[in-house]
């Protein structure tokens, strides 16, 4: 049973900085593919950013050049550190796993950018 665990999000302003963190109830990192997706209200769920298990990394067109995706395998940590941040980028942002061919999601934490 894995299960992922989000932390980091909050209030900031357009130009701010926010890191988010996720942690796994496995030590599956270097095994399989991270990802962490974002959904806004009324919008579909779609992709930030993702890490393999040779680490490397894939980003959406939106979001590069802003955000990196890195991993801490030892501590069964996956993190977003999202740069520049835009109003447009607020929503809910979840880490995501593929698990033996089934993606395994978090609840979730909040992200909006506001002045």
């Known amino acids: 049973q894995v299960q992922l665990v989000e932390s980091g999000g909050g209030l900031v302003q357009p130009g701010g900085s926010l890191r988010l963190s996720c942690v796994v109830s496995?030590?599956?990192?270097?095994?399989?593919?991270m990802a962490w997706y974002r959904q806004a209200p009324g919008k579909q769920r779609e992709l930030v950013a993702s890490?393999?298990?040779?680490?490397?990394?894939n980003y959406a067109d939106a979001v590069k050049g802003r955000f990196t995706i890195g991993r801490v395998v030892a501590r069964k940590s996956v993190y977003l550190q999202m740069n520049s941040l835009k109003p447009e980028d607020s929503a809910v942002y979840y880490c995501g796993v593929d698990h033996n061919g089934n993606w395994v999601w978090g609840r979730g934490t909040q992200v909006t950018v506001s002045s």
């Open positions: 496995a030590n599956i990192l270097s095994l399989t593919t």
């Open positions: 890490i393999t298990a040779g680490a490397v990394s």
